[in-house]
């Protein structure tokens, strides 16, 4: 009984410490904000350009860019692993060839480009389009 006493106390003594140390060290990647959805893959990819299906972002359609009547009208922030991407309000070519984070929110979906321009495919982040919360609906 003394034996098994003293392990359950030798348990506490690790667990608390440890808990504490998770619980301080966790990061969570999920950005916050008054709408968020997760880009689902598989994307369709052109160059450096990654498209998220227009059906994952029904719910952030009405905050899209109009090319014609407000070209940066759209306040959606696209998020890779819980980091903003951008620049926003680019177009598909400059998305395409240059990449590096460069974003835009149509009403035809989401055209990204990673960070570093790996494929979101494989590169094993999550990729996020979030309505921040300062922003009220139109």
Do not use: C
Not at 68 to 80: C, F, G, L, T, V
């Amino acid at each position: 009984m003394v034996r098994f006493s003293a392990a359950v106390a030798a348990l506490f003594v690790l667990y608390f410490p440890l808990a504490a140390w998770v619980d301080h060290s966790y990061v969570n990647l999920v950005p916050r904000g008054k709408i968020v959805v997760r880009l689902v893959k598989p994307f369709e990819t052109y160059a450096y350009a990654n498209l998220s299906s227009p059906e994952t972002l029904n719910r952030l359609s009405q905050w899209a860019d109009d090319e014609k009547a407000d070209p940066q009208r759209s306040p959606i922030i696209i998020y890779e692993d819980g980091v903003p991407l951008g620049p926003g309000h680019n177009s598909f070519a400059d998305i395409a060839k240059l990449g590096a984070g460069r974003f835009s929110h149509w009403r035809m979906g989401v055209v990204f480009s990673a960070s570093d321009n790996s494929n979101p495919n494989t590169n094993g982040r999550n990729y996020w389009a979030v309505l921040p919360d300062e922003h009220s609906r139109h």
